[in-house]
């Protein structure tokens, strides 16, 4: 094998690799991968704006986040036996597991300690609707997305800096910037990135899904205080949960529920998981510009 | 009623999931249209035979 083989054979392997664990913790804390890449005036941007867009939120719903949260601080741990102390300390700590928001963990954990109360009158609280909750809960879940996007780019960067040379074409667009905003209209980032039909069409696809489900649900199908869990994966879509937020979630519920809330519920969250897939092969199809999948064939 | 009403929203719904999911190896709406058709009638066969083996189940164990 002769050397100049051998090096390209290293840099596919090398193009082929992860960045490792540490890049990927180091995504939680908005800003850390660009202040390590640099980009210190970004760095400060991502963390602010991150900052910023969870507090605008938690300014209305403060310690109900506890009540959205994916396992309870108390009900958790209930259901986890002799494992019960383990959510009420991480709650404690400023971990509660709530999401998207845990992806933002700095403003997060900040908030967290600042309203955590374990008493029973604090446990209370947590159930009772707030004014402006359904605004305030998508903001704070906004702020959570804003610190992975953040983190995307600066994975992106990260691999530019290690794979990249001087031959290496430039992606058509920033491939967090795609993957954002597919997040509010799903197939915007692959006209960006230069696949405008492909993109409309799937952005179609997710918007249909999401409004055949807000028809069966008669309006309720996406309410963060209704059903929390599942709206964790209807958050992926993040301008069909910013509608719902504004518009429907915030109209009263006569005395039953639709009679298909639970069809209209599950296709809204097929929506967002489907936005999910749109946003990754939005940064995929950005990415690739640079780094064709190539490289990670030859290495294998 | 109800249940015409799912059937009636599940194959749309199954066919859109199938644009999304074969979108990724396109790069054309043409082609992924295409895929999808396809996709969707290897899933609505996929669908009949879980139906089948469920309603088996049903009529073996609980009938």
């Known amino acids: ?300 | 009623m109800n249940l015409l009403l799912r059937l009636l929203v599940y194959v749309p719904v199954l066919f859109l999931i199938a644009l999304v999911v074969v979108g990724q190896q396109h790069v054309t709406a043409r082609e992924t249209v295409r895929d999808a058709g396809r996709r969707t009638v290897r899933w609505l066969g996929y669908t009949a035979a879980i139906v089948a083996v469920m309603l088996a189940i049903e009529f073996v164990f609980i009938d």
């Open chain 1, 1 to 300: 094998m002769t050397t100049a083989t051998a090096a390209t054979g290293k840099a596919a392997q090398r193009a082929a690799m992860g960045l490792g664990w540490g890049t990927f913790f180091c995504g939680f804390l908005p800003g850390l991968l660009q202040y390590r890449l640099g980009q210190r005036s970004r760095a400060a941007v991502a963390l602010g704006t991150c900052t910023l867009l969870f507090f605008m939120g938690w300014v209305f719903v403060r310690d109900r986040l506890f009540g959205f949260a994916l396992l309870s601080p108390d009900d958790g741990g209930r259901a986890a036996g002799r494992f019960g102390w383990v959510w009420p300390t991480l709650a404690k700590m400023g971990l509660p597991l709530t999401l998207p928001e845990l992806l933002n963990l700095p403003a997060h954990a900040l908030g967290s300690i600042l309203s955590f109360d374990d008493s029973p009158s604090g446990q209370r609280l947590w159930r009772l609707p707030r004014r402006m909750e359904d605004l305030g809960g998508f903001l704070t879940a906004a702020s959570g997305m804003l610190a992975a996007f953040w983190s995307a780019d600066g994975h992106f960067g990260m691999r530019w800096q290690r794979d990249a040379s001087e031959q290496t074409p430039p992606p058509p667009c920033s491939p967090a910037l795609a993957c954002g905003l597919s997040w509010l209209l799903p197939g915007l980032g692959h006209a960006l990135a230069g696949q405008r039909g492909k993109g409309l069409l799937m952005g179609l696809a997710v918007a249909a899904v999401f409004a055949i489900g807000m028809v069966a649900g008669e309006g309720h199908a996406v309410d963060r205080a209704i059903a929390p869990v599942w709206w964790i994966g209807q958050s992926l879509f993040g301008g069909g949960a910013l509608f719902a937020a504004l518009i429907t979630a915030p109209i009263a519920m006569g005395p039953s529920f639709p009679e298909n809330l639970e069809l209209g519920t599950n296709l809204c969250t097929v929506a967002g998981l489907m936005n999910l897939v749109v946003m990754v092969d939005a940064f995929t199809v950005a990415e690739r510009v640079s780094f064709p999948l190539r490289a990670a064939a030859v290495a294998k």
